[in-house]
């Protein structure tokens, strides 16, 4: 499905970032975020190239190789957005290692991947924050976006380091909320369900694990696609979410009720 943006554009003028920006979810909030009126910088460990060929037809947008988990990556990120746009409005902070994982018991994950894992899906939220917060101070205003998971919710077994990760972008999410409310800066999370994503769908450990179960326990039996929380990204990046703060909206076709 293809939404079309109807209206004045809600972010129009605004500067964004969006971690993971090349591909899979992260692409696809970047399209949107252009179409919207943004200017947007994508920040991707892989090349970004072939993403700002496709998404400049749809507006201004800079691509920089980032490692979240490095803070120095990060840094150079930062200062090469403002370099191009001169500000920072929003910061989505979508880069995170789910779609290579493969399920397995908790005491079988290899120190390392849970290492790795870790550095991305928590670290680097922490990176990105430490790095566009004093842009946003500045300003004295700015909309944080961290993409958590409805998996926390569930519990889901067998993917444990990437339960916890996403356990604590929430719990990071409200801490962050009250640090930052009084300088204008406003940080919430979007939670969602399992959405096929190209990256997703290209790993058949992940999709064969989970698909059958979260079918089912959705009221909304079908599958999700990433036009379907392209929308509360906005939303939450948009003047229409002003005066929220600290919280996480659950967007899972109707399987987590809070």
Do not use: C
């Amino acid at each position: 499905m293809q939404h079309e943006t109807r209206g004045t554009r809600r972010l129009a003028d605004k500067v964004a970032i969006v971690t993971g920006g090349a591909r899979g979810l992260g692409r696809v909030y970047a399209r949107r975020f252009l179409r919207e009126g943004a200017r947007v910088t994508i920040a991707d460990i892989v090349d970004p190239a072939d993403a700002v060929a496709e998404l400049e037809r749809h507006g201004e947008v800079l691509g920089v190789r980032t490692d979240v988990a490095s803070a120095e990556s990060v840094q150079a990120m930062v200062d090469a957005t403002v370099q191009r746009f001169g500000r920072i409005d929003v910061l989505v902070n979508n880069a995170a290692i789910f779609a290579t994982l493969k399920p397995q018991p908790f005491d079988n994950i290899a120190e390392a991947e849970w290492d790795r894992l870790m550095a991305v899906n928590v670290k680097g939220v922490w990176n990105a924050v430490k790095a566009v917060v004093p842009v946003m101070k500045a300003q004295r205003s700015g909309r944080i976006v961290n993409i958590a998971s409805a998996i926390v919710a569930k519990g889901t077994p067998m993917l444990l380091h990437y339960v916890a990760s996403k356990g604590a972008v929430i719990a990071m999410t409200r801490a962050l909320a009250r640090e930052l409310g009084d300088s204008g800066i406003g940080v919430n999370a979007v939670a969602p369900g399992l959405i096929l994503s190209d990256t997703v769908q290209a790993n058949p450990d992940v999709t064969g694990f989970q698909n059958a179960a979260v079918m089912a326990a959705r009221s909304m039996k079908r599958d999700a696609v990433g036009e379907d929380v392209e929308g509360t990204v906005v939303f939450l990046a948009s003047d229409d979410s002003a005066f929220m703060t600290g919280q996480t909206l659950i967007v899972d076709g109707g399987s987590v009720f809070t």
